[in-house]
Protein backbone atom coordinates (compact mmCIF):
# COMPACT_ATOMS: atom_id res chain seq x y z
CA UNK A 1 0.00 0.00 0.00
CA UNK A 2 1.35 3.50 -0.76
CA UNK A 3 1.96 6.03 1.84
CA UNK A 4 2.13 9.71 0.47
CA UNK A 5 3.15 12.84 1.53
CA UNK A 6 0.78 15.95 1.97
CA UNK A 7 2.28 17.63 -1.16
CA UNK A 8 1.59 14.59 -2.94
CA UNK A 9 -2.19 14.65 -1.77
CA UNK A 10 -2.40 18.40 -2.39
CA UNK A 11 -1.32 17.81 -6.09
CA UNK A 12 -4.36 14.87 -6.45
CA UNK A 13 -6.72 17.12 -5.25
CA UNK A 14 -5.68 19.82 -7.68
CA UNK A 15 -5.61 17.52 -10.70
CA UNK A 16 -8.84 16.76 -9.91
CA UNK A 17 -10.83 19.46 -9.53
CA UNK A 18 -8.71 21.94 -11.90
CA UNK A 19 -8.05 19.08 -14.88
CA UNK A 20 -10.72 16.04 -14.38
CA UNK A 21 -13.29 19.75 -13.46
CA UNK A 22 -14.82 16.95 -10.19
CA UNK A 23 -16.49 20.14 -8.04
CA UNK A 24 -14.50 19.74 -4.83
CA UNK A 25 -17.80 20.14 -2.96
CA UNK A 26 -18.69 16.54 -4.58
CA UNK A 27 -15.17 15.50 -2.73
CA UNK A 28 -15.89 16.81 0.68
CA UNK A 29 -19.13 15.57 0.80
CA UNK A 30 -17.73 11.91 0.00
CA UNK A 31 -15.18 12.47 2.29
CA UNK A 32 -17.43 13.46 5.10
CA UNK A 33 -20.07 10.63 4.46
CA UNK A 34 -16.62 8.30 5.04
CA UNK A 35 -15.98 9.74 7.94
CA UNK A 36 -19.40 9.85 9.62
CA UNK A 37 -19.08 6.09 8.44
CA UNK A 38 -16.50 5.58 10.82
CA UNK A 39 -17.86 7.75 13.79
CA UNK A 40 -21.11 5.46 13.56
CA UNK A 41 -19.11 2.20 13.67
CA UNK A 42 -17.62 3.51 17.21
CA UNK A 43 -21.31 4.46 18.65
CA UNK A 44 -23.56 1.87 20.32
CA UNK A 45 -26.02 0.33 18.74
CA UNK A 46 -28.86 1.80 21.18
CA UNK A 47 -31.03 4.32 19.19
CA UNK A 48 -31.36 7.47 21.59
CA UNK A 49 -28.23 7.04 23.49
CA UNK A 50 -25.95 7.86 21.02
CA UNK A 51 -24.31 11.34 21.46
CA UNK A 52 -21.53 13.13 18.82
CA UNK A 53 -19.02 16.20 19.34
CA UNK A 54 -17.45 17.37 16.40
CA UNK A 55 -14.77 19.71 16.47
CA UNK A 56 -14.25 21.38 12.98
CA UNK A 57 -11.18 23.94 11.62
CA UNK A 58 -11.72 26.48 9.36
CA UNK A 59 -10.15 24.21 6.75
CA UNK A 60 -11.31 21.83 4.47
CA UNK A 61 -10.33 19.32 6.87
CA UNK A 62 -13.31 21.00 9.41
CA UNK A 63 -15.53 20.94 6.26
CA UNK A 64 -15.43 17.54 6.12
CA UNK A 65 -16.25 17.43 9.97
CA UNK A 66 -19.07 19.97 9.57
CA UNK A 67 -20.34 17.55 6.40
CA UNK A 68 -19.81 14.44 8.53
CA UNK A 69 -22.00 15.99 11.60
CA UNK A 70 -25.22 16.54 9.14
CA UNK A 71 -24.91 13.05 8.31
CA UNK A 72 -24.44 11.76 11.70
CA UNK A 73 -27.60 13.98 12.61
CA UNK A 74 -29.56 12.41 9.66
CA UNK A 75 -28.69 9.11 11.19
CA UNK A 76 -30.56 9.67 14.63
CA UNK A 77 -27.04 10.70 16.79
CA UNK A 78 -27.26 13.64 18.55
CA UNK A 79 -24.60 15.67 17.31
CA UNK A 80 -23.23 19.02 18.39
CA UNK A 81 -20.57 20.78 16.24
CA UNK A 82 -17.74 23.67 17.81
CA UNK A 83 -15.63 25.56 15.62
CA UNK A 84 -12.38 26.36 17.19
CA UNK A 85 -11.51 28.86 14.77
CA UNK A 86 -12.87 32.01 12.72
CA UNK A 87 -16.47 31.52 11.01
CA UNK A 88 -14.66 34.08 8.58
CA UNK A 89 -11.80 31.93 7.72
CA UNK A 90 -14.08 29.42 6.57
CA UNK A 91 -13.10 27.85 2.96
CA UNK A 92 -16.20 28.21 0.98
CA UNK A 93 -16.50 24.40 0.79
CA UNK A 94 -16.72 24.36 4.41
CA UNK A 95 -19.72 27.53 4.36
CA UNK A 96 -21.38 25.21 1.99
CA UNK A 97 -21.44 22.38 4.36
CA UNK A 98 -22.39 24.60 7.41
CA UNK A 99 -25.47 26.18 5.56
CA UNK A 100 -26.78 22.49 4.61
CA UNK A 101 -26.25 21.58 8.35
CA UNK A 102 -28.03 24.50 9.47
CA UNK A 103 -31.01 23.55 6.89
CA UNK A 104 -31.26 20.27 9.37
CA UNK A 105 -31.38 22.78 12.38
CA UNK A 106 -28.01 21.93 13.95
CA UNK A 107 -26.03 24.92 14.26
CA UNK A 108 -22.46 25.16 14.05
CA UNK A 109 -21.24 26.66 17.62
CA UNK A 110 -17.93 28.94 18.71
CA UNK A 111 -15.78 27.14 20.75
CA UNK A 112 -15.56 28.22 23.97
CA UNK A 113 -13.22 26.47 26.68
CA UNK A 114 -14.68 28.26 29.50
CA UNK A 115 -18.31 26.84 28.20
CA UNK A 116 -19.33 24.21 31.31
CA UNK A 117 -21.79 22.85 29.37
CA UNK A 118 -20.13 22.35 25.72
CA UNK A 119 -16.92 20.59 28.06
CA UNK A 120 -19.67 18.31 29.59
CA UNK A 121 -21.33 17.56 26.09
CA UNK A 122 -17.76 16.55 25.12
CA UNK A 123 -16.81 14.51 28.04
CA UNK A 124 -19.82 12.61 27.72
CA UNK A 125 -19.90 11.80 24.07
CA UNK A 126 -20.06 8.18 22.56
CA UNK A 127 -17.59 9.32 19.87
CA UNK A 128 -16.22 12.03 18.71
CA UNK A 129 -14.90 13.59 15.55
CA UNK A 130 -11.49 15.08 14.88
CA UNK A 131 -11.83 17.65 12.24
CA UNK A 132 -9.60 20.24 13.42
CA UNK A 133 -6.56 19.91 10.47
CA UNK A 134 -5.98 18.63 7.49
CA UNK A 135 -2.57 16.92 6.53
CA UNK A 136 -0.72 20.41 5.76
CA UNK A 137 0.01 21.32 9.47
CA UNK A 138 3.21 21.81 9.88
CA UNK A 139 3.63 23.67 12.84
CA UNK A 140 3.76 23.04 16.27
CA UNK A 141 0.42 23.66 18.09
CA UNK A 142 0.30 26.32 21.00
CA UNK A 143 -0.40 24.97 24.22
CA UNK A 144 -2.36 27.73 25.12
CA UNK A 145 -4.43 28.31 22.39
CA UNK A 146 -8.43 27.21 22.06
CA UNK A 147 -6.90 24.30 19.73
CA UNK A 148 -4.98 22.92 22.49
CA UNK A 149 -8.07 23.07 24.82
CA UNK A 150 -10.32 21.48 22.00
CA UNK A 151 -7.15 17.96 21.67
CA UNK A 152 -7.59 17.96 25.31
CA UNK A 153 -10.86 17.83 25.65
CA UNK A 154 -10.67 14.64 23.01
CA UNK A 155 -7.92 13.35 24.81
CA UNK A 156 -9.53 13.51 28.21
CA UNK A 157 -13.25 12.26 27.04
CA UNK A 158 -14.01 9.00 27.66
CA UNK A 159 -15.84 8.53 24.29
CA UNK A 160 -14.42 7.08 21.08
CA UNK A 161 -12.16 9.06 18.62
CA UNK A 162 -12.11 9.37 14.99
CA UNK A 163 -10.12 10.99 12.71
CA UNK A 164 -10.78 12.80 9.60
CA UNK A 165 -7.74 12.26 7.48
CA UNK A 166 -4.92 12.17 10.05
CA UNK A 167 -5.16 13.00 13.30
CA UNK A 168 -4.61 16.55 14.50
CA UNK A 169 -1.26 17.78 15.92
CA UNK A 170 0.81 14.48 13.74
CA UNK A 171 3.15 15.58 10.91
CA UNK A 172 1.62 13.81 7.67
CA UNK A 173 5.10 13.31 6.47
CA UNK A 174 7.07 12.12 9.07
CA UNK A 175 4.69 11.03 12.13
CA UNK A 176 5.76 13.19 14.67
CA UNK A 177 4.23 14.91 17.09
CA UNK A 178 3.52 18.89 16.56
CA UNK A 179 3.48 19.77 20.50
CA UNK A 180 0.48 17.59 21.50
CA UNK A 181 -2.09 15.24 19.02
CA UNK A 182 -5.30 14.17 19.23
CA UNK A 183 -4.68 10.22 20.13
CA UNK A 184 -7.45 8.46 17.86
CA UNK A 185 -9.00 5.22 18.00
CA UNK A 186 -9.72 5.53 14.20
CA UNK A 187 -8.55 7.64 11.55
CA UNK A 188 -10.37 7.75 8.21
CA UNK A 189 -7.67 8.36 5.92
CA UNK A 190 -9.14 9.84 2.51
CA UNK A 191 -8.06 8.30 -0.66
CA UNK A 192 -4.47 7.24 0.61
CA UNK A 193 -2.92 6.68 3.80
CA UNK A 194 -0.14 8.83 4.80
CA UNK A 195 3.44 8.45 6.11
CA UNK A 196 2.40 9.62 9.55
CA UNK A 197 -0.30 7.33 9.73
CA UNK A 198 2.21 4.52 10.22
CA UNK A 199 5.48 5.74 11.39
CA UNK A 200 7.20 7.30 14.57
CA UNK A 201 4.50 8.88 17.22
CA UNK A 202 1.71 9.63 14.72
CA UNK A 203 1.55 5.39 14.13
CA UNK A 204 0.27 5.20 17.61
CA UNK A 205 -1.63 8.22 17.85
CA UNK A 206 -3.23 7.51 14.01
CA UNK A 207 -5.41 4.18 16.04
CA UNK A 208 -6.86 1.88 12.98
CA UNK A 209 -6.44 3.16 10.20
CA UNK A 210 -9.34 2.92 7.54
CA UNK A 211 -8.84 4.32 3.81
CA UNK A 212 -11.31 5.86 2.22
CA UNK A 213 -12.22 6.78 -1.54
CA UNK A 214 -13.24 10.17 -2.50
CA UNK A 215 -13.68 10.14 -5.80
CA UNK A 216 -9.97 10.98 -6.86
CA UNK A 217 -9.69 9.06 -10.34
CA UNK A 218 -8.50 5.85 -9.92
CA UNK A 219 -5.89 6.44 -12.58
CA UNK A 220 -4.27 9.51 -10.98
CA UNK A 221 -2.88 7.22 -7.65
CA UNK A 222 -2.22 4.67 -10.42
CA UNK A 223 0.64 6.62 -11.56
CA UNK A 224 2.02 8.39 -8.54
CA UNK A 225 5.18 7.15 -7.13
CA UNK A 226 5.48 7.42 -3.28
CA UNK A 227 8.38 7.56 -1.19
CA UNK A 228 7.05 4.81 0.94
CA UNK A 229 4.62 1.59 0.70
CA UNK A 230 3.76 -0.70 3.51
CA UNK A 231 4.69 -4.68 3.66
CA UNK A 232 1.66 -6.89 4.01
CA UNK A 233 0.76 -10.19 3.11
CA UNK A 234 0.29 -9.72 -0.31
CA UNK A 235 3.85 -7.95 -0.49
CA UNK A 236 5.20 -11.39 0.88
CA UNK A 237 3.38 -13.86 -1.47
CA UNK A 238 5.25 -12.23 -4.25
CA UNK A 239 8.32 -11.31 -2.90
CA UNK A 240 9.21 -14.65 -0.72
CA UNK A 241 12.08 -17.34 -2.82
CA UNK A 242 10.78 -20.01 -4.32
CA UNK A 243 10.85 -23.54 -2.85
CA UNK A 244 11.79 -26.26 -5.15
CA UNK A 245 9.90 -29.21 -4.95
CA UNK A 246 12.52 -31.40 -5.43
CA UNK A 247 15.46 -29.39 -3.98
CA UNK A 248 17.87 -30.73 -1.18
CA UNK A 249 19.42 -28.74 1.26
CA UNK A 250 21.97 -27.35 -0.68
CA UNK A 251 19.42 -25.41 -2.90
CA UNK A 252 17.90 -23.49 0.03
CA UNK A 253 20.82 -21.64 0.93
CA UNK A 254 23.87 -22.13 4.00
CA UNK A 255 24.37 -19.64 6.44
CA UNK A 256 27.01 -18.33 8.43
CA UNK A 257 26.30 -17.16 12.00
CA UNK A 258 28.83 -15.32 14.23
CA UNK A 259 28.26 -14.17 17.41
CA UNK A 260 28.46 -15.12 20.92
CA UNK A 261 30.88 -14.37 24.24
CA UNK A 262 30.33 -15.34 27.44
CA UNK A 263 27.38 -14.05 29.29
CA UNK A 264 25.34 -13.73 25.85
CA UNK A 265 24.94 -17.48 24.81
CA UNK A 266 21.42 -16.81 23.75
CA UNK A 267 21.80 -14.50 21.10
CA UNK A 268 23.93 -16.46 18.61
CA UNK A 269 21.50 -19.49 18.99
CA UNK A 270 18.45 -17.38 18.52
CA UNK A 271 20.18 -16.32 15.27
CA UNK A 272 20.42 -19.25 14.51
CA UNK A 273 16.91 -21.16 15.11
CA UNK A 274 15.21 -18.12 13.46
CA UNK A 275 16.92 -18.82 10.11
CA UNK A 276 16.75 -22.88 10.31
CA UNK A 277 12.65 -21.99 10.99
CA UNK A 278 12.57 -19.93 8.10
CA UNK A 279 13.85 -22.41 5.63
CA UNK A 280 17.73 -21.96 5.50
CA UNK A 281 19.27 -25.66 4.27
CA UNK A 282 22.14 -25.49 6.65
CA UNK A 283 23.09 -23.06 9.18
CA UNK A 284 26.38 -22.88 10.76
CA UNK A 285 27.21 -21.00 13.90
CA UNK A 286 30.75 -20.22 14.83
CA UNK A 287 31.06 -19.16 18.30
CA UNK A 288 33.94 -18.69 21.15
CA UNK A 289 35.42 -21.79 22.54
CA UNK A 290 34.53 -21.21 25.91
CA UNK A 291 30.96 -20.95 24.97
CA UNK A 292 30.74 -23.73 22.74
CA UNK A 293 29.81 -26.59 24.51
CA UNK A 294 26.85 -24.42 25.43
CA UNK A 295 25.75 -23.93 22.15
CA UNK A 296 26.18 -27.24 21.46
CA UNK A 297 23.76 -28.34 24.11
CA UNK A 298 21.19 -25.98 22.74
CA UNK A 299 21.57 -27.11 19.13
CA UNK A 300 19.92 -29.68 17.17
CA UNK A 301 19.39 -28.67 13.45
CA UNK A 302 21.82 -25.71 13.45
CA UNK A 303 25.61 -26.68 13.64
CA UNK A 304 27.94 -24.78 15.77
CA UNK A 305 31.54 -24.92 15.71
CA UNK A 306 34.56 -23.18 17.97
CA UNK A 307 36.49 -20.26 17.37
CA UNK A 308 39.06 -18.71 19.26
CA UNK A 309 38.51 -16.18 22.27
CA UNK A 310 40.10 -13.97 24.20
CA UNK A 311 38.21 -13.81 27.97
CA UNK A 312 35.09 -15.25 26.80
CA UNK A 313 34.86 -13.06 23.82
CA UNK A 314 36.14 -13.52 19.71
CA UNK A 315 39.96 -12.94 19.18
CA UNK A 316 40.79 -11.80 16.03
CA UNK A 317 43.03 -15.42 15.92
CA UNK A 318 39.42 -16.49 14.83
CA UNK A 319 39.82 -14.80 11.37
CA UNK A 320 40.97 -17.51 9.55
CA UNK A 321 38.38 -19.96 10.84
CA UNK A 322 36.02 -17.66 10.32
CA UNK A 323 36.86 -16.98 6.39
CA UNK A 324 37.48 -20.80 5.98
CA UNK A 325 33.79 -21.23 6.82
CA UNK A 326 32.33 -18.54 4.71
CA UNK A 327 33.84 -19.75 2.13
CA UNK A 328 31.66 -22.35 1.39
CA UNK A 329 28.59 -20.43 2.30
CA UNK A 330 26.40 -17.70 1.00
CA UNK A 331 25.83 -15.43 3.56
CA UNK A 332 27.23 -13.88 7.04
CA UNK A 333 25.03 -12.94 9.90
CA UNK A 334 27.73 -10.95 12.17
CA UNK A 335 26.70 -9.73 15.59
CA UNK A 336 24.03 -11.58 18.31
CA UNK A 337 25.81 -11.63 21.29
CA UNK A 338 29.62 -10.78 20.52
CA UNK A 339 30.16 -8.34 22.98
CA UNK A 340 32.14 -4.60 22.76
CA UNK A 341 35.69 -6.09 23.16
CA UNK A 342 37.96 -4.08 21.47
CA UNK A 343 39.42 -7.31 19.93
CA UNK A 344 36.52 -8.49 19.04
CA UNK A 345 35.78 -5.06 17.23
CA UNK A 346 38.61 -4.92 15.12
CA UNK A 347 37.65 -8.61 13.57
CA UNK A 348 34.38 -6.96 12.58
CA UNK A 349 35.64 -4.52 11.20
CA UNK A 350 38.25 -6.57 9.05
CA UNK A 351 35.90 -9.49 8.61
CA UNK A 352 33.56 -6.32 6.54
CA UNK A 353 36.33 -5.17 4.46
CA UNK A 354 37.55 -8.44 3.39
CA UNK A 355 34.49 -10.77 2.67
CA UNK A 356 32.73 -10.40 -0.53
CA UNK A 357 29.98 -12.33 0.79
CA UNK A 358 26.66 -10.70 1.69
CA UNK A 359 26.10 -9.68 5.85
CA UNK A 360 23.78 -8.77 7.90
CA UNK A 361 25.23 -7.38 10.56
CA UNK A 362 22.89 -6.79 14.19
CA UNK A 363 23.93 -6.02 17.68
CA UNK A 364 27.38 -5.57 18.57
CA UNK A 365 28.59 -6.25 14.63
CA UNK A 366 26.84 -2.44 14.40
CA UNK A 367 28.48 -1.22 17.23
CA UNK A 368 31.73 -2.12 15.93
CA UNK A 369 31.37 0.65 13.60
CA UNK A 370 31.25 3.19 15.98
CA UNK A 371 33.86 5.77 14.46
CA UNK A 372 34.33 3.66 11.71
CA UNK A 373 31.54 4.38 8.99
CA UNK A 374 34.61 4.20 6.45
CA UNK A 375 34.16 0.08 6.68
CA UNK A 376 30.62 0.38 5.58
CA UNK A 377 31.19 2.98 3.00
CA UNK A 378 34.22 0.68 1.45
CA UNK A 379 31.57 -2.30 1.14
CA UNK A 380 29.37 -0.46 -1.35
CA UNK A 381 28.57 -2.44 -4.36
CA UNK A 382 28.37 -5.36 -2.00
CA UNK A 383 25.28 -6.34 -0.17
CA UNK A 384 25.53 -5.39 3.48
CA UNK A 385 22.03 -5.71 5.66
CA UNK A 386 22.16 -3.72 8.93
CA UNK A 387 19.52 -4.10 11.47
CA UNK A 388 19.90 -1.00 14.68
CA UNK A 389 17.37 -0.29 16.81
CA UNK A 390 17.54 3.83 17.62
CA UNK A 391 20.60 3.88 19.91
CA UNK A 392 22.43 1.86 17.78
CA UNK A 393 21.66 3.82 14.94
CA UNK A 394 22.99 7.13 16.68
CA UNK A 395 26.46 5.42 16.95
CA UNK A 396 26.90 5.20 13.46
CA UNK A 397 25.63 8.58 12.63
CA UNK A 398 22.04 8.18 12.08
CA UNK A 399 19.58 11.00 12.35
CA UNK A 400 16.87 10.71 14.12
CA UNK A 401 16.59 14.49 15.75
CA UNK A 402 13.64 15.37 13.43
CA UNK A 403 11.68 12.50 14.17
CA UNK A 404 11.65 11.21 10.18
CA UNK A 405 11.89 7.97 10.71
CA UNK A 406 11.75 7.41 7.27
CA UNK A 407 13.10 9.77 6.28
CA UNK A 408 16.14 9.21 7.87
CA UNK A 409 16.60 5.54 7.20
CA UNK A 410 16.37 6.31 3.62
CA UNK A 411 19.51 8.84 3.93
CA UNK A 412 21.37 6.49 5.30
CA UNK A 413 20.70 3.96 3.16
CA UNK A 414 21.74 5.65 0.28
CA UNK A 415 24.58 7.64 1.71
CA UNK A 416 26.14 4.10 2.41
CA UNK A 417 24.84 1.99 0.08
CA UNK A 418 23.33 -0.44 2.54
CA UNK A 419 19.94 -1.75 3.29
CA UNK A 420 18.87 -0.17 7.10
CA UNK A 421 16.57 -2.15 8.71
CA UNK A 422 15.58 0.71 11.41
CA UNK A 423 14.20 -1.26 14.05
CA UNK A 424 10.61 -0.02 16.66
CA UNK A 425 7.25 0.54 16.54
CA UNK A 426 6.60 -0.03 12.71
CA UNK A 427 9.91 -0.64 11.53
CA UNK A 428 11.45 0.83 8.39
CA UNK A 429 13.44 -1.27 5.72
CA UNK A 430 15.31 1.57 3.24
CA UNK A 431 17.69 0.30 0.44
CA UNK A 432 20.21 1.69 -1.39
CA UNK A 433 18.16 3.37 -4.38
CA UNK A 434 16.20 5.01 -2.01
CA UNK A 435 13.03 2.85 -1.27
CA UNK A 436 11.44 2.49 1.89
CA UNK A 437 8.93 0.01 3.30
CA UNK A 438 7.47 0.42 6.29
CA UNK A 439 6.03 -3.03 8.46
CA UNK A 440 2.51 -3.99 9.52
CA UNK A 441 2.75 -6.44 11.94
CA UNK A 442 4.46 -6.57 15.60
CA UNK A 443 3.89 -5.72 18.90
CA UNK A 444 4.97 -4.95 22.51
CA UNK A 445 5.87 -8.46 23.43
CA UNK A 446 8.56 -7.95 20.77
CA UNK A 447 10.24 -5.52 22.92
CA UNK A 448 12.85 -8.24 24.99
CA UNK A 449 15.98 -9.04 24.65
CA UNK A 450 16.79 -11.44 21.98
CA UNK A 451 13.66 -10.74 19.41
CA UNK A 452 16.23 -8.74 17.47
CA UNK A 453 18.40 -11.96 17.42
CA UNK A 454 15.73 -14.05 15.69
CA UNK A 455 14.94 -11.28 13.29
CA UNK A 456 18.90 -11.34 12.08
CA UNK A 457 18.38 -15.12 11.49
CA UNK A 458 15.50 -14.80 9.67
CA UNK A 459 16.65 -12.17 7.44
CA UNK A 460 20.09 -14.10 6.82
CA UNK A 461 18.27 -16.96 5.98
CA UNK A 462 15.60 -15.65 3.42
CA UNK A 463 19.02 -13.85 2.15
CA UNK A 464 20.68 -17.20 1.95
CA UNK A 465 17.64 -18.25 0.12
CA UNK A 466 17.82 -15.98 -2.80
CA UNK A 467 16.01 -13.27 -1.73
CA UNK A 468 16.84 -9.36 -3.33
CA UNK A 469 18.38 -7.84 -0.19
CA UNK A 470 15.46 -5.53 0.35
CA UNK A 471 12.83 -7.96 0.18
CA UNK A 472 14.76 -10.36 2.22
CA UNK A 473 15.26 -7.56 5.19
CA UNK A 474 11.12 -6.19 4.99
CA UNK A 475 9.52 -9.47 4.53
CA UNK A 476 12.44 -10.97 7.18
CA UNK A 477 10.82 -7.96 9.22
CA UNK A 478 7.19 -8.83 8.71
CA UNK A 479 7.34 -12.53 9.04
CA UNK A 480 9.01 -12.06 12.20
CA UNK A 481 6.23 -9.26 13.69
CA UNK A 482 3.42 -11.77 12.58
CA UNK A 483 5.30 -14.62 14.20
CA UNK A 484 5.18 -12.14 17.44
CA UNK A 485 1.65 -11.70 16.91
CA UNK A 486 0.59 -14.94 16.65
CA UNK A 487 2.91 -15.60 19.85
CA UNK A 488 1.19 -12.94 21.44
CA UNK A 489 -2.86 -14.26 20.85
CA UNK A 490 -1.80 -17.26 22.40
CA UNK A 491 0.23 -16.20 25.37
CA UNK A 492 -0.12 -12.69 25.66
CA UNK A 493 2.74 -9.96 25.05
CA UNK A 494 3.60 -10.31 28.74
CA UNK A 495 4.51 -13.76 28.51
CA UNK A 496 5.39 -14.75 25.10
CA UNK A 497 9.58 -14.50 24.77
CA UNK A 498 11.84 -14.66 21.27
CA UNK A 499 12.01 -18.39 21.65
CA UNK A 500 8.06 -18.58 21.20
CA UNK A 501 8.58 -16.30 18.09
CA UNK A 502 11.29 -18.61 17.04
CA UNK A 503 7.93 -21.17 17.50
CA UNK A 504 5.20 -19.36 15.52
CA UNK A 505 7.38 -18.95 12.49
CA UNK A 506 5.62 -21.77 10.66
CA UNK A 507 2.36 -20.17 11.09
CA UNK A 508 2.90 -17.18 10.22
CA UNK A 509 4.69 -18.99 6.76
CA UNK A 510 1.67 -20.96 6.66
CA UNK A 511 -0.76 -17.80 6.80
CA UNK A 512 0.94 -16.25 3.64
CA UNK A 513 0.71 -19.37 1.46
CA UNK A 514 -2.59 -19.59 2.32
CA UNK A 515 -3.78 -16.36 1.73
Avoid at 69 to 77: E, K, N, Q, W
Avoid at 174 to 195: N, Q, R, Y
Amino acid sequence: MKLTTSAQMKELDRQAIEERHIPSIDLMERAAEALARGALSLLPEKPGKRRAAVFCGSGNNGGDGIGAARFLFLAGVQVRVFLVGSYEKLTPDALEETRRLSECGVALEPFDREDSGQRRWAMTSHVLVDALFGVGLSREIDGTSDYAAAIGWMNDSRGAVVAADIPSGVAADTGKILGMAVESDKTIAFTLPKIGHWVGRGGVASGQVSVAEIGIPADLTAGLVCPAQTVEADFLREALPARKSGGHKGDFGKLLVVGGAVGYTGAPWLAAAGAVRSGCGLVYLGVPESIWQVEAVKCVSAMPFPLADKHGALSKKALQTIEKKLSTCDVLALGPGLGRGEQTAALVRELLVKTEKPVVLDADGINALEGHIDVLDARRGRVTILTPHDGEFARIGGDLTEEDRVGAARDFAVGHGCVLVLKGHRTVTAGPAGNALVNTTGNSGLAKGGSGDVLTGVIASLLAQGAAPVLAAACGVWLHGRAGDLAAEDLTAYGMTPEDVVRYLPKAFSEVAEK
